[in-house]
């Protein structure tokens, strides 16, 4: 490899919580062996309703219907980057996809995303880099988090990275390595509340702000199985549906009340991983959705205030570091280097993981 390269690649990214497809066309360099980023251009792609509700209930299908809407996925994620490119006039290198995650059970030794590399590699016209999961979790690892590469080489000035989304998950040096789980469902679990209320979402965290602690659903939440298992660690939606959702839905309390609830549980299990680690004085790097609910922010910022700073960067980094990080990953692979860490996610090695296609 030369001494400077520049990538341009797309990064696309559905995550848990369903609330569209984001797109952020990314420049990387690497000088001297350090890598620098850029996010040039970005999109955030809603979902219609009636997709959505095809997304969530993917987890349904038979085997046959789920095969036929992950290639259908794969088209309709191509159509947008080539929309994208177009619309930008951008040159591109190559698209690096992380899929929408319908089954994530490592436990089984399963994960499963969504959108066919090679529909997506066909309707956009460009290579495809995608499936960064499968061949971690074939090394015997959690095929989860995935992110912390990116931590690691683009964000190291951090003590702790952490990413609100559907779930909580955080990355930090432990000992000279890497170490990130995920921690508790965020916006997976506040949204479900909403719906009782008929919203997405608790913009800025303002419901939930006027709502009291229900201390028994509190409790139930502080007490569930997960958070007393070690890491490597990673949660799914089946957890959530099957964990969580009973504990809210028998719940006759009010949204607020729920809404204050869930976001002081994710809070305390958030602060107790920081404290856990014994750091003084840390920066908590915060991204994802859940970083603009200023309820929740405020929360978890009182409750580790004797040990750790919350940072809150750009809009940009908040709503795209997660897809900016699997174009990095893209680049990486491109490379054959190292993208999925072992002391991350407990696989056998470390291991260059995701697969190519090419437009046809």
Known sequence: MSNTQLYK??????????????????????KNHTWAFSIEK???????????????????????????????????????????????????DFIASHGHTVFHQPEIGLTYQIGSGQHLANASGQKVICDF????????????????????????????????????NISFENTGKRIAY????????????????????DKGG????????????????NTLEYYKLPYPKSLGYEWFTKSVEPIINNSEDSAQNLLHTSAHHIATQIAAVIQNTQKKNAQVLVTGGGAKNDFLIET?????????????????????????????????????????IKSVTGAQKDSSSGVTYFSI
């Open 9 to 30: 690649v797309i990064g696309l990214m559905s995550g848990t919580s369903l609330d569209g497809l984001d797109i952020a066309y990314c420049y990387f360099e690497r």
């Open 42 to 92: 970005t999109a955030s792609i809603d979902y219609s309703s009636a997709f959505k509700e095809n997304l969530k209930n993917t987890v349904t299908l038979e085997a046959s219907k789920l095969l036929a809407f992950h290639n259908e996925y794969g088209s309709w994620l191509g159509g947008k980057v080539k929309d994208f490119v177009e619309k930008n006039n951008i040159e591109v």
């Open 133 to 168: 999961r499968t061949n971690d979790m074939a090394l015997g690892g959690q095929g989860a988090p995935l992110v912390p590469i990116g931590d690691q080489l683009l964000f190291g000035e951090y003590d702790f990275c952490l990413n609100l989304g559907g779930i909580s």
């Open 182 to 201: 995920d921690i508790s469902p965020v916006n997976m679990l506040l949204n479900h509340i909403c719906k009782k209320i008929d919203l997405d979402y």
């Open 206 to 221: 303002i419901i939930a702000s006027t709502g009291v602690i229900n201390q028994d659903v509190l409790n139930h939440l």
């Open 300 to 340: 978890l910022q009182d409750k580790v205030k004797d040990v750790a700073q919350i940072i809150i960067p750009v809009a940009e980094i908040i709503d795209f570091k997660e897809a900016m990080i699997f174009a990095f990953m893209g680049v990486l692979r491109d490379q054959n280097e190292i993208n999925c």
